[in-house]
């Protein structure tokens, strides 16, 4: 599957934000996605994720404020992100998984002022 993201930008702290993934290619409904980020000179961090059954896990640095979602019907994947920090500033990927194959599109990246 060939994933691209989009929906980053600049915003201020406070502000919202909400990321969009594409899926191309079949079978979408039952890869496991997840968003991952890497701000500069950190790893990267799984931010979130959801199983082809909708079960979603959220990281503890952006739980209450990030929502991951599913559309499988558009083969798409969303990351609203609310109430956004300056710590939030990053390079934001999404990611495919199924069956031991993972597939990562471009990142998009979002930059919160404060």
Partial sequence: VQLQASGGGLVQAGGSL??????SGSGFSI????????????QRELVASIT???????ANSVKGRFTISRDNAKN???????????????????????????????????????
């Fill in 18 to 23: 909400r990321l969009s993934c594409a899926a």
């Fill in 31 to 42: 890869y496991f996605m997840a968003w991952y980020r890497r701000a500069p000179g950190k």
């Fill in 52 to 58: 082809s059954g909708g079960s979603t896990f959220t």
């Fill in 76 to 114: 798409a994947v969303y990351l609203q992100m609310n109430s956004l920090k300056p710590e939030d500033t990053a390079v934001y990927y999404c990611n495919a998984f199924n069956s031991g194959e993972s597939s990562w599109g471009p990142g998009t990246q979002v930059t919160v002022s404060s």
